[in-house]
């Protein structure tokens, strides 16, 4: 993660940015916002803090009134949103060394969405599988936590893609254990955080590794990423599986600990997970592209040293899944 504790991160979907817009009416209003909106707006602020864990603010921007217009009156009314976040996923989302505060990527650009949109934007941590299913029963208002977009969830909630991000493993540094692609996994055990993609990936490639007459791949499952890297260092599994960014945080902060185990694959997009009855789903489309016209996006993923997995902002749409 980013503090004096080994943090690490899940939760991806394979998918290329894709075309596929909200609506017209969302594309028009985008459209409109960018090329005239954005640009009246107070400009942004380059942040000083760093990937080490403080917690001092990030670039920011006033409220830019396309985009405020668009937050449906009873968001509006209660004048915050309520984001849940795993807290366990750096650089994306994790604790500061004050104990309760929740920094890094995610929590930096959602910061920056609730100022374009006009209204206070509330972080409350949350077990990742908990998330979606608080999203459906109204106790979070929007979910932004390294979900990868995949059919099956955009079945459930929308996504506003934002970001892209491949898949990696890692393993204790020192050990013997090699694996270099999902083939590699067969006979291996694996440590994963519950309700990633990672998860599914896994279980996946074990059906394929039997049907291929080769060992099963033991999928160990945790409720949190912490638990999923100590599984990993404690010798209880070959290896950890995360996001590509993730994983290259987790072993950059393991002092040793940890090393990467081949390259990243599986590049697929991170979305915003909206409601799909709140209205929000416009409003936050719009706010994304927003920030991105100001150049705050860009500082925010410098600042996290994940700039290479950022998207262009023709690329930011709504449910954008191909798989």
């Not at 001092?56 to 309520?82: F, R, W």
């Not at 936050?284 to 262009?312: C, F, H, R, S």
Request: charged share 15%; with cysteine.
């Amino acid at each position: 993660m980013g503090s004096n504790r080994t943090r690490h991160i899940v939760s991806a979907a394979r998918r290329r940015p894709g075309k596929t817009a909200a609506s017209a009416l969302t594309a028009a209003v985008v459209t409109t916002l960018v090329a005239a909106g954005c640009s009246s707006s107070s400009s942004s602020t380059p942040t000083t803090s760093t990937s080490s864990g403080s917690a001092s603010a990030a670039a920011t921007t006033g409220a830019v009134p396309q985009v405020a217009a668009l937050v449906p009156s009873a968001i509006k009314a209660k004048g915050t949103v309520t984001v849940a976040m795993d807290a366990t996923y750096p650089p994306g989302e994790f604790i500061a060394s004050d104990g309760h505060t929740i920094i890094g990527m995610d929590a930096d650009l959602g910061k920056a969405l609730g100022q374009a949109m006009g209204i206070k934007w509330n972080p409350v941590n949350a077990t990742f599988d908990t998330i979606i299913p608080g999203l459906q029963s109204g106790k979070y208002d929007i979910g932004l936590s390294s979900f990868g977009d995949t059919k099956a969830r955009e079945k459930v909630v929308n996504f506003v893609d934002y970001f892209q991000a491949g898949e990696a493993f890692y393993v204790k540094a020192g050990s013997p254990t090699t694996i270099t692609s999902m083939s590699s996994l067969c006979g291996k055990s694996v440590s994963v955080e519950s309700g990633t993609t990672e998860q599914v990936d896994a279980t996946t490639q074990s059906k394929k590794c039997t049907a291929a007459g080769k060992p099963a791949v033991t999928v160990h499952t945790y409720s949190t990423q912490d638990a999923a890297n100590l599984a990993v260092s404690s010798g209880r599994a070959d290896a950890g599986f995360a996001d590509s960014q993730v994983a290259a945080w987790i072993v950059k902060e393991s002092n040793g600990v940890f090393k990467l185990s081949g390259p990243s694959f599986f590049v697929v997009p991170y979305g915003i997970a909206v409601p799909k009855t709140s209205g929000m789903t416009t409003p936050v489309l719009a706010a994304m592209k927003a920030i991105m016209a100001k150049g705050i996006y860009k500082q925010i993923l410098a600042k996290w040293g994940v700039i290479e997995n950022g998207i262009p902002s023709a690329s930011v749409v709504v449910n954008g899944a191909t798989s």
